[in-house]
């Protein structure tokens, strides 16, 4: 092969990606790589004005029967600091009095690893009973916990726990998955793992809104559970049994 300058083959040069020349060729180059950046940020936007009405904080969000907790991972068999938080907020709306019942949803597609239980387990601990959670195994991402919650566990209002990345997409999915939402969103320190989640928002966000608009099954589906029914009723059971037993002031 005959050698040009400096010793790069004649054939290899010039075959790289050219710029336009023109200046109106410049011009559409231009539009196009904006045409692109816009296309990809409007998943994101869509989930921002989905959920900005429903977001709430743990003191003022409304009272509501059911919370639901995502799963976000174990570190050996236990709850990894983010999913201790979210838990932690579950916990402390349950002692408030703000929810009845919590919903953990996560992986369980493999023997050896289990985030419903552990969830279950670490709320135990911190005060929860254990009648009062109801456990969903196969949520194995943020589409297949809400449509799973509406259409397997029979909820249709609930407040979403989550870190403040991580809610809006929670709250879009699942208002689309017919759930009236709240989401609360668990403050977190801005280190590595906060900004790794915020980047991994942005790519989410488009099949997010694939989701949304296709509205596939989840992976799996199964038939329908009654836990949250009996969990509520046993809230139920145990408001009125407290209020049989106060003491009734003379008028």
């Known amino acids: 092969m005959r050698q040009g300058p400096r010793g790069v083959p004649r054939r290899a040069r010039g075959t790289g990606p050219r710029l336009p020349r023109t200046r109106a060729g410049r011009r559409r180059l231009v539009r196009a790589v904006m045409a692109a950046c816009v296309l990809a940020l409007l998943p994101a936007t869509w989930q921002h004005l989905a959920a900005d009405d429903r977001l709430r904080t743990a003191a003022d969000v409304p009272r509501t029967e059911v919370a639901v907790v995502f799963g976000a991972g174990l570190w050996n068999g236990e709850p990894s600091p983010y999913l201790a938080h979210r838990l932690d907020a579950a916990a402390g709306l349950y002692r408030a009095g703000r929810i009845e019942v919590v919903l953990v949803t996560g992986d369980n597609s493999r023997e050896d690893y289990d985030e419903p239980d552990a969830m279950r387990a670490y709320l135990t601990r911190h005060g929860v009973?254990?009648?009062?959670?109801?456990?969903?195994?196969?949520?194995?991402?943020?589409?297949d916990s809400c449509?799973?919650?509406?259409?397997?566990?029979?909820?249709?209002?609930?407040?979403l726990i989550s870190q403040g990345f991580h809610?809006?997409?929670?709250?879009?999915?699942?208002?689309?998955?017919?759930?009236?939402?709240?989401?609360?969103?668990?403050?977190?320190?801005?280190?590595?793992?906060?900004?790794?989640?915020?980047?991994r928002e942005i790519l989410a966000a488009g099949k997010a809104a694939m989701d949304a608009t296709f509205r596939p099954d989840p992976r799996f589906l199964g038939p329908e559970e009654p836990g949250v029914e009996r969990a509520l009723a046993d809230a139920s059971a145990d408001a009125a049994d407290r209020?049989?037993?106060?003491?009734h002031r003379a008028p």
């Not at 799973?148 to 249709?156: E, K, L, S």
């Not at 017919?178 to 320190?189: H, K, R, T, W």
């Open 243 to 247: 209020g049989r037993r106060a003491p």
């Open 147 to 159: 449509v799973r919650a509406r259409r397997i566990f029979g909820v249709d209002r609930a407040v």
């Open 129 to 143: 009973p254990g009648a009062r959670i109801v456990s969903d195994y196969a949520g194995f991402d943020t589409w």
């Open 167 to 199: 809610v809006r997409r929670a709250v879009a999915l699942c208002e689309a998955a017919g759930i009236s939402s709240y989401g609360v969103g668990v403050d977190e320190p801005h280190d590595a793992t906060w900004y790794y989640g915020g980047v």
